[in-house]
């Protein structure tokens, strides 16, 4: 198995820009579809960008042109670069890695990290 730890989170005005760190260790990164997810309190998780094992990427409608998610092999780690941030973007955003890139796409990974705080103020 492969364990996630994200990092990165932050406060940061609107407009602002945070690069959040997804480190892997048990496994190389680039065996897996790798995903972002972020959950709003009172709100259920949603999909924020993949990349699968062959860089194929997918971006949520409300990220793109704004965040950009990629992978270090050689660091064993995978970015999201959030720019032109929003207040609506606040959420505690999770790391995760799956065997199938169609259910990682919609919100199934098969290990999970534990999150990193994202807050943006207006």
């Known amino acids: 198995q492969v364990q996630l730890v994200e990092s990165g989170g932050g406060l940061v005005q609107s407009g602002g820009s945070l690069r959040l760190s997804c480190a892997a260790s048990?496994?190389?990164?680039?065996?897996?579809?790798m995903g972002w997810f972020r959950q709003a309190p009172g709100k259920e998780r949603e999909f924020v960008a993949s990349?699968?094992?062959?860089?194929?990427?997918d971006y949520a409608d409300f990220v793109k042109g704004r965040f950009t998610i990629s992978r270090d092999n050689a660091k064993n780690t995978v970015y999201l670069q959030m720019d032109s941030l929003k207040p609506e973007d606040t959420a505690v955003y999770y790391c995760?890695?799956?065997?199938?890139?169609?259910?990682?796409?919609?919100?199934?990974?098969?290990?999970w990290g534990k999150g990193t705080l994202v807050t943006v103020s207006i």
């Open positions: 995760a890695a799956g065997e199938s890139v169609r259910l990682l796409n919609r919100n199934y990974g098969d290990y």
């Open positions: 990349i699968s094992v062959t860089n194929a990427k």
């Open positions: 048990g496994r190389s990164v680039s065996s897996y579809n």
